[in-house]
């Protein structure tokens, strides 16, 4: 071979080829370390397992200190939610969100507490002891009135008289049976300055086999002095409270769900739209569609052409109350069928008057939801 140029030419070629030889070195170098990674890589493989073995179960974990809530026991915490809210806004309440933290003291700890802190001697505490196994109506008032002890107290009388006073308006609002003068019941003695209370179920629950207490799902009390330690001119300010065990509720009902004592509708759809014949899809979206618009919750099937057995089926196990059922011939005449699931009784309505006639009778079924079977 021969090379044609100046010497300057010459050293240009020999510089190449010194770095042609540089960079096989480099490559050479280069695929030994990656090959030395794979041979690695599939160590690691085979310490897993065999290419062809089954893949290993993916298993989901629920963080530590926190728990999942299936359907129906977001039903319940929904239903006991909304149900305290629903009662104290009948009464004029309105909604703030404050974590509360209450514990009910056992007789020893309230008489070690009214010792220690409140500076009562051993033989009073004792002396009140006395009275804490005692539990009635209006009678017991009046006869702890007539005791020798208490009747020399100021405060006992303006508190015994107070307890009269109370359980006379229980009687007027009708609850005077569900209402227990008990004297053992103690909540904190730093704020509460009047009347104190609890709510108790009385009936046990049944967990496995065994029937069980509950005990008390609430508590409160008369609490006048509260406020003003957070107000710049301690302005006195008349308070009562109540803080609810919603927890325990939920543990309540949830035994009572899987005892079989109670069912729970996991869904709030009132309407399901149904068709009796096939190549309806499009009629049954158009009133589907209509139903949404005036605020009806609705459902139909995705299915093109489902069957009519399967559809109410679906109502039955869904506890869907009603169903509008589109046939043929009722379209064509303008009408078309309301079916009331738990009676099957079937109704044909006009089409136009759906809206009205649907709002009618859901507003039925939620009265009766809310208060129990309607007067015949």
């Given at each position: ?66 728990r999942d809530y299936n359907p129906q026991q977001m039903t319940i915490r929904n239903n006991v939610l909304q149900k305290i809210i629903t009662v104290f806004k009948k009464h004029g309440a309105e909604c703030i969100d404050t974590p509360v933290f209450e514990l009910k003291s056992p007789w020893e700890e309230v008489r070690t507490e009214m010792i220690n802190e ?259």
């Amino acid at each position: 071979m021969r090379f044609l140029g100046n010497l300057s030419t010459i050293e240009r070629l020999r510089n190449l080829a010194q770095r042609s030889n540089y960079a096989k070195t480099i490559t050479t170098t280069s695929c030994c370390k990656i090959q030395q990674e794979v041979t690695k890589l599939l160590g690691l493989k085979a310490q897993l397992g065999k290419e062809d073995a089954a893949p290993s179960k993916f298993v989901l974990k629920t963080p530590k200190g926190t728990r999942d809530y299936n359907p129906q026991q977001m039903t319940i915490r929904n239903n006991v939610l909304q149900k305290i809210i629903t009662v104290f806004k009948k009464h004029g309440a309105e909604c703030i969100d404050t974590p509360v933290f209450e514990l009910k003291s056992p007789w020893e700890e309230v008489r070690t507490e009214m010792i220690n802190e409140k500076g009562v001697t051993p033989e009073a505490a004792d002396r009140i002891g006395e009275y804490v196994r005692l539990n009635g109506g209006a009678e017991l008032a009046d006869k702890l009135l007539q005791d020798d002890k208490l009747s020399k107290s100021k405060s006992a009388i303006e508190g015994l008289d107070g307890i009269k006073l109370l359980l006379h308006y229980c009687e007027l609002f009708g609850i005077k049976d569900k209402i227990l003068f008990d004297l053992s019941l103690a909540r904190g003695l730093d704020y509460y300055t009047g009347v104190i209370y609890e709510a108790v179920l009385t009936q046990p629950i049944k967990i496995g086999n065994e029937d069980q207490t509950v005990g008390s799902i609430a508590g409160g009390g008369r609490y006048d002095n509260l406020v003003g330690m957070f107000d710049s001119k301690n302005k006195q300010v008349p308070c009562v409270g109540v803080s609810i065990g919603v927890e325990r509720i939920f543990s309540v009902l949830e035994a009572k769900l899987a005892a079989g004592d109670i069912s729970v509708r996991t869904s709030d759809v009132d309407v399901y739209v149904a068709s009796a014949q096939k190549n309806f899809l499009e009629e049954r979206m158009k009133i589907c569609a209509e139903l949404w618009g005036a605020g009806i919750k609705t459902e139909q099937s995705y299915k093109k052409n489902p069957k009519m057995l399967n559809q109410l089926q679906h109502c039955e196990e869904n506890g869907i109350p009603l169903a509008v059922i589109l046939g043929e011939s009722e379209l064509k005449r303008g009408l078309v069928k309301i079916r009331n699931i738990s009676t099957r009784s079937e109704d044909e309505i006009p089409r136009a008057s759906l809206v009205e006639e649907l709002k009618s009778r859901i507003q039925v079924l939620d009265i009766k939801e809310m208060n129990g079977p309607l007067p015949k």
